[in-house]
Nanobody, 116 residues
């Protein structure tokens, strides 16, 4: 069984920063990609950022230059440093991991609220 546990969400004022963490545990074989999606009320889930095992990253245009994704392969953990937060970043943030053996797994989600 595989679990992804997220932490770091919360309430922050516009312009502030938050750091999300997501640790995968259990029967891990080879996680290739880890990343973050978010879903705001009434909207579809959208990709925020993802990172491959070799460190290659990919960001949504709306967060480029403000968010930084990183990972610790030894700890099977992915991080999302969110800077210069805007109210439109308010959403539930979900981490995911793709393993070559069991495919994609999701975390339970963590709420991020940015007040104006």
């Amino acid at each position: 069984q595989v679990q992804l546990v997220e932490s770091g969400g919360g309430l922050v004022q516009a312009g502030g920063s938050l750091r999300l963490s997501c640790a995968a545990s259990g029967s891990i074989f080879s996680i290739t990609t880890m990343g973050w999606y978010r879903q705001a009320p009434g909207k579809q889930r959208e990709l925020v950022a993802r990172i491959w095992r070799d460190g290659t990253t990919n960001y949504a245009d709306s967060v480029k230059g403000r968010f930084i994704i990183s990972r610790d392969n030894a700890k099977n953990t992915v991080y999302l440093q969110m800077n210069s937060l805007k109210p439109e970043a308010t959403a539930v943030y979900y981490c995911y991991a793709y393993d070559t053996h069991w495919g994609t797994r999701w975390g339970q989600g963590t709420q991020v609220t940015v007040s104006s």
